[in-house]
């Protein structure tokens, strides 16, 4: 082929010469998208015509593509690395993935995309097949590799390292987990962004893997759940676009427990395609709609961000959302174009190209990522089925007969056993994680791990030794309490040990006493079924004043109004503690714990587990007004519900 290049693209691959040729040397902070091309094998199959391929390699990262204004002329790209159609999986992978592993480790986050016409080599370079897997696992054995040699290390002696594994499909615009069973996978989890505007996903199940087969064993039937369908093109076409997200938590085991997080996303995007080619029509139609639009606003994301304007539309498609980490954001991140050398691919092959060449003008800013926990680890946010349920939760609490009471200045006991709690937890897991691992691992390294495990069962002792003493505190407290009780007044005196004894527990869900049960009376019910029983006599410091005797007042029972006017009817210590139960409930119960709070259902759960995410913890109750779609009159109306079923417990 003759080497002429066409003016409009040779502008494009001139355009990023000169760009680069102009480029002040990134700063430290600052990291280029990397862009790979790899070219599929010729399948003559595909090229009914049998007009040979239109695209070619020239060297190590520069490829030609006929000009279809004159066949005798070709243009030519240049990228970070070219990969020809006899190129192996391991090349692709060691050229231009596992150079960015190494920052997880440090707390950084990492992208990898696959991009391209449809039938172009995405899920093989991605996935790819048991003889020649693709990046997906050979990148997560390697990240095992990494996190096995770093923790032997002296250095590290006080780290742990912890990995988990999401993994989600945009379908239809829609975010559904791949982890979650078949029947549950449907539900559109929110995207959301942190302060630092780091992407989170709310509701996302992480699990906690440890090994490779632990990878596996969630991977490979998630991977049942995606998408996929026939269309002309590709027997087995992705009709979604992927996300495998790898988490390595790298935590200090003393305090201040910092944290330093990093994250691996491994995305592998639906093709783009041409509905006149596929022959895609009903469903397989709307799916190629959304697949296209999504596609669309990724390419006016690179345009907007290549030319500086103000406002990138990253929230014009939930594919661009969940990419503005990878794409200026702070991710370091590398895409690779696949492409197909057929004649029939022409169109797409050129618009890849063209998407390609301005992508590798963005550049990142990638930041190392570290928090520091005030108190203690905390356990990645899994759904466990071993996880005590809210009200177990709260029932230990009394049992234990923990009180409020200060042991240290502004940490009360009954937050920092439940700390204690999750630490345990953490630690047992730990273990548990450790000695699986140990059981697979090479004669070497099982000292390194045994010396691990020795510190985590000296770390459960101290703790267990720490909660011997809280609970000593606790009791002391207590029967300090009992004695300042008995000193008190008598209409006073019958407070919590009474309520207790006499209440008896509410149903979880608002039962309404009065007919009809219209959803208004429901929200109220709590308090009514208080009116009706044995509750009311228990109830200390019950205000005989004009308040409560106006019976128009107690039908507005909604809203803050209302709020006070019960909180002055219940003991001040009872509303404290178990407005501290529900507190601690929402900052570390798991999404089945919150739904079972009274006006709480899955969609509230999630947005509360959304705004820990995103905000840290809860310091008060009344925070739940900072969520979008709790207003002032709903989080009043919850605090009554529940704090009444607390009591009653
Ligand atoms: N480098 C390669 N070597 C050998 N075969 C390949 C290569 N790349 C792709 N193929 C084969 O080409 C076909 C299409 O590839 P693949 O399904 O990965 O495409 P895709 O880009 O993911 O398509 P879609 O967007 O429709 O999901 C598959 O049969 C795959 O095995």
Redesign the pocket.
């Given at each position: 082929m003759e080497r002429k290049e066409k003016p409009t693209e040779l502008a494009m691959a001139k355009r990023v010469s000169i760009f680069e040729a102009g480029l002040k040397k990134p700063q430290a902070s600052t990291a280029r998208v990397r862009v790979s091309v790899?070219l599929?094998?010729y399948?003559s199959q595909d090229d009914e015509k049998n007009e040979g391929p239109c695209v070619r390699g020239t060297g190590g990262n520069s490829l030609e593509i006929v000009n279809w204004r004159n066949t005798m002329e070709t243009m030519q790209y240049q990228f970070d690395a070219f990969y020809g159609?006899g190129?192996s999986?391991q090349e692709v992978y060691l050229g231009s993935v596992k150079p960015v592993l190494t920052h997880l480790l440090s707390g950084q986050n990492a992208s990898i995309f696959?991009y391209?016409?449809?039938?172009?080599?995405?899920?093989?370079?991605m996935?790819g097949?048991p003889d020649?897997p693709g990046v997906i696992p050979r990148a997560v054995r390697d990240v095992f590799q990494m996190v096995r040699e770093q923790s032997v290390l002296p250095s590290n002696e006080e780290w742990e390292f912890t990995t988990t594994m999401s993994y989600l499909e945009i379908y239809n615009e829609k975010v559904l987990d791949l982890l979650q069973p078949k029947d549950l996978k449907d539900q559109d989890l929110p995207i959301r962004e942190d302060k630092d505007k780091n992407i989170l996903i709310p509701g996302l199940t992480q699990k906690l893997i440890s090994s490779f087969t632990d990878f596996e064993n969630h991977f490979i039937p998630a991977s049942q759940n995606r998408t996929?369908a026939s269309?002309k093109?590709?027997?087995?076409?992705?009709r979604s676009h992927t996300v495998l997200l790898i988490k390595v938590v790298k935590s200090l085991r003393r305090p201040p427990f910092r944290q330093l997080t990093g994250k691996l996303y491994l995305i592998?995007?639906?093709?783009s395609?041409d509905n006149r080619r596929t022959g895609n029509q009903g469903i397989r139609l709307k799916e190629s709609g959304a697949i296209n639009s999504s596609l669309f606003v990724l390419s006016k994301v690179v345009d907007a961000l290549n030319q500086g304007l103000p406002r990138i539309p990253y929230r014009d498609s939930k594919l661009t959302r969940l990419l503005q980490d990878s794409l200026g954001g702070s991710a370091h991140s590398v895409m690779i174009t696949?492409l197909a050398p057929e004649f029939k691919y022409y169109f797409d092959t050129l618009t890849a190209l063209n998407f390609a060449a301005k992508s590798k003008q963005i550049i990142n800013k990638p930041f190392t990522r570290e928090t520091v926990q005030p108190t203690a680890l905390k356990r990645p946010r899994e759904e466990s089925p071993t996880r005590m349920p809210a009200k177990k939760k709260m029932e230990a609490q009394n049992i234990s007969g923990e009180v409020s009471t200060e042991s240290a200045p502004g940490v009360s006991v009954s937050s920092r056993s439940s700390h204690n709690e999750v630490y345990d937890g953490s630690v047992m897991e730990r273990l548990l994680m450790l000695e699986k691992m140990m059981m697979g691992t090479p004669e070497r390294e099982r000292l390194a791990l045994l010396k691990t495990v020795q510190q985590s069962r000296k770390e459960i002792q101290e703790l267990r030794e720490k909660q011997k003493e809280l609970e000593a505190k606790a009791q002391e407290a207590q029967s300090l309490l009992a004695q300042q009780n008995t000193l008190q007044p008598s209409n006073s005196s019958n407070a919590e040990g009474k309520v207790k004894r006499n209440i008896r527990p509410l149903a979880n869900k608002p039962i309404s006493v009065a007919a009809p049960c219209s959803k208004q009376q429901a929200v109220v019910s709590p308090l009514q079924v208080s009116r009706v029983n044995p509750l009311q006599q228990n109830i200390s410091e019950v205000e005989t004043s004009k308040k409560t005797k106006t019976s128009k007042k107690t039908e507005q029972l909604e809203g803050k109004e209302n709020m006070e006017e019960f909180q002055c009817k219940v003991n001040s210590g009872l509303l404290k503690k178990s407005e501290e139960m529900i507190l601690n409930l929402l900052n570390t119960g798991s999404l089945q714990d919150l739904k079972e709070l009274q006006r709480i259902g899955d969609k509230k759960a999630r947005l509360i587990m959304g705004y820990r995410e995103l905000n840290g913890q809860f310091k008060q109750v009344a925070d739940l007004a900072n969520i979008a779609g709790f207003s002032d009159k709903q989080v009043a109306t919850f605090l009554k519900a529940n704090l009444l079923s607390t009591i009653a417990r």
């Open positions: 790899r599929r094998p399948m159609d190129s999986q696959a391209g016409p449809t039938g172009a080599g995405k899920t093989h370079t996935l097949s020649q996929v269309t093109l590709n027997s087995r076409s992705s592998d995007l639906a093709g395609e696949n």
